[in-house]
Each structure stands twice: as structure tokens, then as C-alpha cells.
């Protein structure tokens, strides 16, 4: 399993993801499920994947190789648009899926891919895109300021609940790390380190880019405060006056 | 869908359900899915269901009428023993899985059922149990102080976080309904209005039991309040010193 999740804000993106993969719960291993394509003071694209381990290093790989649309073999560093973009690494999911999907079907096993791919070229908006395996895809909007791949239900409710569109990047950093801390807790297949990216608008450059390890102290006081955080948080919400105390 | 929460705390129980059943996002009705069995003064049980209603319903069903075992029938006003009650709910699951088990599979539909069951006999201990759809069951402790039926992963980060077995009873009741909240806020098919009951330990009867409505002030207060709480807590975690203002 694998839990990423990209947020969309005023400020700029703030991508995070884990990198535990496993075949089972007796084989388990790390690797980095973010990829980074950037032209500094051009563009900035970060991308995240999650499903079948083979089945998105293909996708990375065909999109670093380039892929023939209109003739023409293009990249992540040439695509004029974050909307063709997007196209390119639905096109990648889609070559893969022809090259590996008849077997893959003959052996009972499902074409399990999903990415996010955020970024920004020059002047144009910042896009947020989610790419489903069948290499159509959804964008995040000021209504919905985040989307989430892999594992995402422990991970959702705080995000549903504190995250806006104008919430601050630093602010959006720690809600996404929050939001990956209660996936960790209770999905064993998503695991440390993490992967975290920030981007902000308008730079067309990486502001940051983090491994976060079990020992890195932020993560781990944010963890701890975390959950007194809550815990005061509810002793303080007043009791039921139709519960006797 | 549905969401059932049980909670088992020092001072006593929270058994908290949905009522939300839905054939379809089409086809949506409210049934309760909490079942009392109680002398008061003697013994009180509380039974909470999740799966295919149908089943569920005849679980129920099969409850009240009494099932045969060891010769005798039996329903939950006589068992003396919570493992026995438990061991009676699997019956009453097994015996539902023998009549139409074999039809629901000609038709290829899932034996989608499960239960919680919380309740205390005489000067025995409370306890509470989750019963699977094979009719075996396995029982909170200490270390685990609850459980869940239906869709349970919005709701449980809160109570991963904040929940242990000396959690007051009251408290307890904020939680479950938090808990609650995140689901509601995440998943269509779990739906208002809300089921509560409250038992204190030693007691032998309901302590308090309660419909919650979308018009319940304190429920309304709760939801507003908490969502207010975490947005106030995530400002006041410090910002990493990696990440630029």
C-alpha cells in the first residue's frame, strides 16, 4: 500500500508521500515513490505514484524515455502545458497498460496505478492533477484544495476539516504531515521515511525538498503534540448536558 | 453502508450506530441498527449491526426467537455468561449463513454481516465483542478499548489518538461522536440520524439512550466546535525550522 497526497493552495503545493512497498505483509521494502522534473525558473512538476510497484516505475520510466503524441516524442520538460502534462503521463499509464495489461489480466492480477502530478510552467497556473489508471484524470480545484492516492481514508477527516484553499503553506505542511501520521498509525503497509516536496507559487523552482526520517525531531514533536493537542482539544469540548457526569 | 462504534472504558460502555442503509446511492432508508436486551437490575446487552440488512435483520430476529443450542433454546435474557451471548450472536449468524447463504451465492452476493455486542451480567465483567460473518468473535481489552463495524477508517484516527481504557465515560461520548463526525463528513452511506447508548459498569441497565438528529444542539455544537479546535491546533504547532515562512 502507499498513502500520497498533494495539496493545492493559494501559496503553492505541498507534496508528500511514504515509501513503503509490499507484496504481502512478509515482504516489505522502501522506495521513493516521488519523482522530480524541473527546469528551474521554467517549470517545477513533481509527481506521485501508488499501486503496483512495477506498474508505476514503468510509467516513470516511459515518461522519462518520452512518449510519441502527434508524431512527436515528448517529455515532462517539454510539454507546453500542465494539461498536456497531464495527457502525457495518462498516455504513459495507458502504454503500459497495453504492454503489461493483457498479462497481468491472464494472471489474475489488477492494473492498480493512481498519480499525482503538481506543478507549474512559467507564467501559467499552478495545476494539481489526479491520473487514474485508465489515464484519465480529475485536477484539484479552490473547492477540493487537495487530492490523496493510495490509502486515504485515515488520512482524510483532518483535511476535510482544517484545510482551505488559503491555508498557509507551512500550515499546509504540517496538516499534510498530520493527515500522514494517522494513515502511519493505522496502515502498517505505509510506512517511514517520507517524501515531501513544497512549492511555492510562482518560483518555478523546488523551495524543499525532504527525506523525513523516524528520528527527524520535527516530525516526531509534531507527532507527540499532535495527539496532546487533541486530547486537550476534546476534554475541552463541553459535556452533553443529556449525559450525567 | 454504515458506521457502529463500541467503546469499552473503566466506567462502562459507548455503543454508538448510524442508521443509514443504502441498496444503490439511490436507494437510501433509515433503520436502527441497535438492539436492546435488558432486565434491568440483572443484565443489559446492546447489539449493534453492520452488513447487508437482510441479514442483519434476521440475525435479530433469530436472537429473539431463541436458538437451539445444546438441546434447549436459548435467547440473550437467559445466556449466563457474556461469552456465552456472544457465542449465541455467532449461531444466530451461522444459523442465517446455512438458510440463505447458498442462495446469496447462486446469486453472487456477499454474506456481508457483522456485530457488536456489549454487556455486562449480574457481578460479572463487561464486555464487548465484535462477531465476523463465520459467527466467531473476538473481544476488546484494555489494550484495544474498541471496536468497529462498517466503515471504520474516517473514524478511527480520533480514537487511536486520544482514546484509552481510563477515558471517562463522558468523555468517551465525545469521542464515539467524533469519531462519528469524520465519517459522516467522508462517506455518503453512513447518515444522521444517530443511535446512543450509555451503560455505567456495576449498573445492569441502560444508562442512556438516545436519538441524535441533524437539529441535536449538542451535536450541532460538537461538530462546529471540534472542527474550530483542530484548526486552532494545528496553528499553534510550530513551524519546522526546514521550512522557510
Redo the contacts between chains.
Keep these: 500500500m502507499t498513502y500520497c497526497v498533494g495539496l493545492y493552495l493559494r501559496e503553492g503545493l505541498v507534496m508528500l508521500s511514504d515509501t513503503r512497498t509490499n507484496a504481502g505483509v512478509d515482504h516489505i521494502s522502501t522506495f521513493c515513490k516521488m519523482h522530480v522534473e524541473d527546469v528551474p525558473g521554467e517549470r517545477m512538476m513533481c509527481l506521485l505514484t501508488a499501486g503496483n510497484l512495477a506498474i508505476s516505475q514503468a510509467v516513470w520510466n516511459r515518461l522519462q524515455e518520452g512518449l510519441l503524441v502527434d508524431g512527436q516524442v515528448h517529455t515532462l520538460r517539454d510539454v507546453p502545458t500542465m494539461f498536456r502534462a497531464a495527457q502525457l503521463a495518462g498516455a504513459a499509464v495507458r502504454a503500459v497498460f497495453e504492454a503489461d495489461g493483457p498479462t497481468l489480466r491472464a494472471q489474475g492480477i489488477a492494473f492498480d496505478v493512481a498519480l499525482l502530478l503538481g506543478g507549474q510552467i512559467g507564467g501559467q497556473a499552478q495545476r494539481l492533477f489526479m491520473i487514474y489508471a485508465a489515464g484519465n484524470f480529475i485536477e484539484a480545484t479552490e473547492d477540493t484544495p487537495f487530492l490523496q492516492i493510495g490509502e486515504h ?6 483535511l ?3 484545510l482551505t484553499f488559503d491555508t498557509r ?3 499546509g ?3 499534510a504531515l ?1 493527515s500522514m501520521d ?1 494513515t502511519l ?2 496502515n502498517l503497509t505505509v510506512g517511514l521515511p517520507l517524501d515531501l516536496l ?1 512549492y511555492r507559487e510562482g518560483t518555478q523552482r523546488v ?2 525538498r ?1 527525506r523525513i526520517t523516524e528520528e527527524e525531531p ?1 516530525f516526531r ?2 507527532r507527540e ?3 496532546t ?17
Design positions: 481514508k485515515y488520512g482524510k477527516p483532518i476535510d476539516r482544517a503553506l507551512v500550515d505542511v504540517k496538516l498530520v494517522s498509525r493505522s513544497v523551495g524543499l525532504k520535527y514533536a509534531l503534540g499532535w495527539s493537542a487533541l486530547r486537550e482539544a476534546y476534554r475541552a469540548m463541553p459535556v452533553p448536558d443529556w449525559v450525567a457526569g
